[in-house]
């Protein structure tokens, strides 16, 4: 209850809402629809592309990383792994974390492209990798597209301009109602 009178005077002091109950049903139901997760797009267009994007590229670097918190290391012959976090340590785990942004076959072959199951759990070798294109700044454009299947240019820039801008192909399907990357991480990140 506290919450909610905290947020009605937050939408009123900043002007997004009228004090008049008429005019108060619509404007309540826009902010909301602006706020919807980036993982439950169910129209994509070239502006809301870029936040699945970006929670796409943090669910990969996220599971790149190895999770949260300090990871176990072990070896196989001479290289180092280490197990994943316990919130995406199973392969259904992982799996069910990176379909929320990506496919179930981008989730998979990403899966198999950087991951092992080592008595029972999900590891990848012990090395980091990264980038550093801003893909919160990335614009978009459809190049083609059906009503379940799209595929986007994207121009990606590099803080500070330090370079051109790299372009990627990007698909996204429409599965169970809402959008997903298509592209498998590897080639995206």
């Not at 280490?82 to 989730?107: P, V």
């Not at 072959?109 to 990848?124: H, L």
Request: proline fraction near 4%; charged fraction near 30%; charge should be positive.
């Amino acid at each position: 209850m506290k919450k909610q009178m905290l947020i009605g005077c937050l939408v009123l002091s900043c002007g997004f809402l009228s004090v008049n109950p008429v005019i108060a049903e619509p404007v309540t139901a826009a902010v909301k629809k602006q706020a919807a997760s980036p993982t439950q797009i169910k129209k994509i267009d070239e502006k809301n592309i870029i936040s699945l994007l970006v929670e796409a590229e943090n669910r990969y670097f996220y599971t790149l990383g190895g999770g949260k918190g300090k990871t176990e290391v072990f070896n196989i012959k001479d290289s180092q792994y280490r197990y994943l976090s316990s919130d995406i340590g199973t392969r259904k785990k992982l799996l069910d974390y990176l379909m929320k942004a990506f496919t179930k076959e981008a989730s998979e072959t990403y899966i198999k492209e950087r991951f092992i199951e080592y008595k029972g759990r999900m590891a990848q070798v012990d090395a980091d990798k990264g980038n550093i294109l801003e893909f919160n700044k990335a614009t978009a454009k459809l190049i083609k597209g059906s009503s379940t299947m799209k595929e986007y240019q994207l121009s990606i820039p590099y803080p500070e301009h330090q370079s051109k801008p790299e372009i990627k192909t990007i698909k996204v399907k429409k599965v169970n109602g809402v959008w997903r990357i298509a592209t498998s991480p590897e080639k995206l990140f």
